[in-house]
């Protein structure tokens, strides 16, 4: 695909949670439709897409009629089946590539693929049983942390070990899945950069955030990160050499931890992300936009910051505290429309404008 | 209704035009569905719908299956037929109510709602005849411009008379519909305000912007408009008198003309407006949040300006300029995914970010 897309175009969207949602309301401002693909019943998504395929990833049939429907695949999620997408990119482009994928998806190749391109990470080692945990604790040492290399997000998929007598609980967590002990990072606080690159290879930015967690999920995002700029600078310098060498479409979010010797990049995610929502209130042009500009071939838009923003997701039983959020004028909300409240879940979130520049 | 809609309610739309879809858009952002009651085939508001009836304000059938399927009804335009808006009212609350439509679908009704309001209008007259047109003429004399009293949008349904030897023809493009007869308003410019009116009866505007028509279909509006501020304070409180003597929920859009004795109005209309687009770019919450955040028993967001922005239309062919506006980093584009691009058929708009604040 090298002409742009034009509008009444369909955006083949894998994954229909509240990020489907949102890349469904942007395509919708381009003028595209949207075909959402998510095996489980009324997604957050469905209540503002053109169509939606209720079908599993291993439903070959419905990945066909799906691709044949739409111009061009996208995802909202990188732990989609190999053996769909090998379906899919005979019949549709993908953006991101399957590169990106196949290095977002597991910790090792992903922190091997950084550190090769001269990014720092956290020291890290293969684990796949008890014998290879052992060497790494040996080369790492503790405290350090076990995590899965597939399948990890939120925190889940990840058991600390403060000393060595806890690498038996550890590797038990992990229940026989393939992992990778990281040493612990002392950092001050974390960051990340939502940055897009087109399918002409211009790249573009957002000014990086500041984010907070708890429990493992992210709290907070707060713009302008309290950060030297010189370490910004490098942060999103970092973005662009991950985007450039993965040949990337669209947009990737990339977490840094600020260390007193510098940046250690956490991780990437290739698709746009939850430290990137305050953009919808900072930008004319948010992430969600931006990655259906680039993986719909359009040039990227402006991603230039209007007001600092605090964004602050709204987990399960926050939702008890609507009546005071919607009541304060300084608040945008936006909701994912899911039906049940349950403790842990993200329900939504608020974009706090503190002041605009 | 006297308590907010919770996240999961269903907005219904009468409409499914461009405002429709925007609405649309602008409610799944606070986590409601949407329900279009559309007569026409693939409306631009059903990309973007969680469900969309397909059937005529005649069908009462649909209308009641409608009507019961939705928490409350609102609507994008004015010209909806009473005995629809009968059964509607029986069943679900309307917002905005039935007398800002009665009022404002009719220009005889609407200017003499107005100035026992105290807010001057053009000098008008009731045409339904020649003798009416001749004894009106008389009064308001040429130039003046005859207008049918309803269903006229976007220069249609009126016709300039420059000497009275005009006025046959000017009668006979009526096709016989009531008609008004308004005398031309010696103006140097065009404001519009977009104020809305919670339930719990506060009132919001958005900063008045100046209007430029072409052809009778509004071109640009600008930010902020260049008038001086006495007049964009009158025109606020012009608006808000409206809003308190309708006893109005919703956003409600006015427009003036600028004249060296100060503002007149040259007609109102009970919802969100085409003048009100560049707040998608200029605030924080847009009139179309603001709209439903109306109707859904919400407080009214924060609209204060961020940005200087233009708003211009996207009309039949100017599509031909879209690999231009997207590739201006200034311009954030809202396209209506209008299938056919037809000569005079509002495809789009494109706000371009002057300066920001």
Avoid at 93 to 100: E, G, K, V
Avoid at 149 to 160: M, S, T, V, W
Avoid at 268 to 283: D, E, K, L, M
Wanted: net charge negative; with cysteine.
């Amino acid at each position: 695909m090298t002409t742009p897309l034009t509008p009444g175009a369909t955006i083949g969207i894998l994954g229909g949670g509240q990020l489907g949602r949102m890349l469904s309301v942007a395509a919708s401002r381009l003028g595209f439709k949207t075909h959402i693909f998510e095996p489980g019943a009324t997604p957050p998504a469905a209540d503002v897409a053109h169509h939606v395929t209720t079908a599993g990833y291993d439903d070959h049939e419905a990945l066909r009629a799906f691709a044949e429907a739409v111009d061009v695949i996208t995802y909202e999620f990188e732990n989609i089946p190999t053996e769909a997408l090998d379906l899919l990119e005979t019949l549709r482009p993908i953006h991101p590539n399957r590169d990106a994928l196949r290095i977002s998806q597991d910790r090792l190749t992903e922190k091997t693929f950084l550190n090769d391109l001269g990014l720092a990470t956290a020291p890290f080692a293969d684990v796949s049983d008890k014998e290879s945990l052992a060497t790494a604790l040996d080369t790492i040492g503790a405290p350090s942390i076990l995590k899965t290399r597939r399948f990890g997000y939120d925190g889940k998929g990840q058991a600390r070990i403060m000393t060595p007598d806890e690498a038996d609980a550890a590797l038990a967590d992990m229940q026989g899945a393939p992992a990778v002990l990281e040493g612990f990072v002392n950092f001050t606080c974390e960051i990340s950069v939502i940055a897009a690159r087109s399918i002409d290879g211009r790249v573009a930015a957002f000014d990086p955030g500041e984010n907070v967690h708890r429990d493992g999920i992210l709290h907070t995002t707060t713009l302008p990160a309290k950060v030297p700029s010189r370490l910004l600078t490098d942060a999103v310098l970092a973005a662009g050499k991950i985007l450039n060498a993965l040949n990337y479409v669209g947009v990737l979010g990339v977490e840094f931890f600020v260390t007193p010797t510098g940046l250690i990049i956490n991780e990437i995610a290739p698709r746009v992300h939850n430290s990137g929502h305050w953009t919808q209130n900072g930008c004319a042009i948010d992430q969600f936009e931006q990655h259906i500009r680039a993986v719909a071939g359009w040039p990227l838009g402006d991603g230039k910051r209007h007001s600092d923003v605090v964004m602050e997701n709204l987990i399960g039983f926050d939702m008890d505290r609507l009546p005071e959020l919607m009541a304060d004028p300084a608040n945008a909300l936006h909701l994912y429309g899911k039906a049940d409240t349950k403790a842990g879940r993200k329900m939504g979130h608020v974009n706090r404008i503190v002041k605009q520049n």
